[in-house]
T-cell receptor, first 114, second 111 residues
Framework: ETGVTQTPRHLVMGMTNKKSLKCEQH?????MYWYKQSAKKPLELMFV???????ENNSVPSRFSPECPNSSHLFLHLHTLQPEDSALYLC?????????????FGPGTRLTVT | DAKTTQPNSMESNEEEPVHLPCNHS???????IHWYRQLPSQGPEYVIH???SNVNNRMASLAIAEDRKSSTLILHRATLRDAAVYYC????????????FGGGTRLMVKP
């Protein structure tokens, strides 16, 4: 596997379910990110982890709970979601510090909340 | 927050050059200009970045105005595969590794 992988690629869940999204980066980076992309809205940064420590929580509701056990893995735990949480969830990684801070994105998980 | 303004959409013919404009009149002296693109059904990918001087790489060129209040991403020969949403982003120097995406420009390439 190369780059940034995300599983599952598609997820349908009810409002009372608990599920987790997984992201893995094979690039040796030390920073990881979760973004949300809703239809017709710009990408929204949700969480930033630098060296496994959360450094940014962009006012995300507590029904989204991130976990970063090591620099290569990032999870997003979901519980009691709302239909408006249906979106494409993108994971990214980068090397920090760096001149470009270039972020590498995974293909995303398409989440539908019913 | 430093913001960017881009046209919502642009059209181009295949194998012709494309100039994608971006205005960032509130840019600060140490803010970097980044461009990403998002192909259909994919995550965004890095295209190019610069600070003051024009930049070239295998994907594109970045032309930065002398006053840095605007920039232009140049695709030298558009292909159908270049159809995507192109995002112009300012990486605020004191915000470390955070990127704030705007609406971007949807580029359509006609055969």
């Amino acid at each position: 596997e190369t780059g940034v992988t995300q599983t599952p690629r598609h997820l349908v869940m009810g409002m009372t379910n608990k599920k987790s999204l997984k992201c893995e980066q094979h690039l040796g980076h030390n920073a990881m990110y979760w973004y949300k992309q809703s239809a017709k809205k710009p990408l929204e940064l949700m969480f930033v982890y630098n060296f496994k420590e959360q450094t940014e929580n962009n006012s995300v509701p507590s029904r989204f709970s991130p976990e970063c056990p090591n620099s290569s893995h990032l999870f997003l735990h979901l519980h009691t979601l709302q239909p408006e949480d249906s979106a494409l969830y993108l994971c990214a990684s980068s090397q920090v510090p760096g001149e470009s801070y270039e972020q590498y994105f995974g293909p995303g998980t398409r989440l539908t909340v019913t | 927050d430093a913001k960017t303004t881009q046209p919502n959409s642009m059209e181009s013919n295949e194998e012709e050059p494309v100039h994608l404009p971006c205005n960032h009149s509130t840019i600060s002296g140490t803010d970097y200009i980044h461009w990403y693109r998002q192909l259909p059904s994919q995550g965004p990918e890095y295209v190019i970045h610069g600070l003051t001087s024009n930049v070239n790489n295998r994907m594109a060129s970045l032309a930065i105005a002398e006053d840095r209040k605007s920039s232009t991403l140049i695709l030298h020969r558009a292909t159908l595969r270049d159809a995507a949403v192109y995002y112009c982003i300012l990486r605020v120097n004191n915000a470390g590794n955070m990127l704030t995406f705007g609406g971007g420009t949807r580029l359509m390439v006609k055969p």
